[in-house]
Antibody, heavy 115, light 107 residues
Framework: QVQLKESGPGLVQPSQTLSLTCTVS????????VHWVRQHSGKSLEWMGRMWSDGDTSYNSAFTSRLSISRDTSKSQVFLKMNSLQTEDTGTYYC?????????WGQGTLVTVSS | DIQMTQSPASLSASLGETVTIQCQASEDIYSGLAWYQQKPGKSPQLLIYGASSLQDGVPSRFSGSGSGTQYSLKISSMQTEDEGVYFCQQGLKYPFTFGSGTKLEIK
């Protein structure tokens, strides 16, 4: 069955870089897109970017200058890297599969930005 | 960016009551709209896509409608398990954007 699972550090210091991994199973990254979405403590959701099945990427311009998404198809993993973290980047980060909407989501990983 | 305005922010409903949640887009999104339910500590669950298509496994008491800039989610007979936060999302243009959420509780 389709599964996605996020992993990464729970705590990041301000100004540092966040690195998250989304490990997928039940489908191939060369056939489906994977997105990153974040949520600030139960509030609304914010689309961050997308890894297309062909390896191309799309980003929310709100993050463009500091966000990078990449992948390793051999390991079925998609990576998120975001630099210059601030306290307002605290939240739950999800990876999700879909085109215009998301039928499959990971469990989410909570990231706290604090010194 | 397309702004998604969702209303109401919260509501409470009795068991068996019909519930309607509204979502307005800042421009025509040509039915490129999805609805999600989220329960505490859980990931969002897709309910409706393409404005009116029911996702597999979602109870038929959920339905979506609308066109252009105005969309709605209806729950035809409120059940206890329907408590949660509901979000709309436009999937037409990048960046994809979400509504601010509607918290639904049992009265």
């Amino acid at each position: 069955q389709v599964q996605l699972k996020e992993s990464g550090p729970g705590l990041v210091q301000p100004s540092q870089t966040l690195s998250l991994t989304c490990t997928v199973s039940g489908f191939s990254l060369t056939s489906y897109s994977v997105h990153w979405v974040r949520q600030h403590s139960g509030k609304s959701l914010e689309w961050m970017g997308r890894m297309w099945s062909d390896g191309d990427t799309s980003y929310n311009s709100a993050f463009t200058s500091r966000l990078s998404i990449s992948r390793d198809t051999s390991k079925s993993q998609v990576f998120l890297k975001m630099n210059s973290l601030q306290t307002e980047d605290t939240g739950t980060y999800y990876c999700a599969r879909g085109k215009g909407w998301f039928a499959y989501w990971g469990q989410g990983t909570l990231v706290t930005v604090s010194s | 960016d397309i702004q998604m305005t969702q209303s109401p922010a919260s509501l409470s409903a009795s068991l068996g009551e019909t519930v309607t949640i509204q979502c307005q887009a800042s421009e025509d999104i040509y039915s490129g709209l999805a609805w999600y339910q989220q329960k505490p500590g859980k990931s969002p669950q897709l309910l409706i896509y393409g404005a009116s298509s029911l996702q597999d496994g979602v109870p038929s008491r959920f339905s979506g409608s609308g066109s252009g800039t105005q969309y709605s989610l209806k729950i035809s007979s409120m059940q206890t398990e329907d408590e949660g936060v509901y979000f709309c999302q436009q999937g037409l243009k990048y960046p994809f954007t979400f509504g601010s959420g509607t918290k639904l509780e049992i009265k």
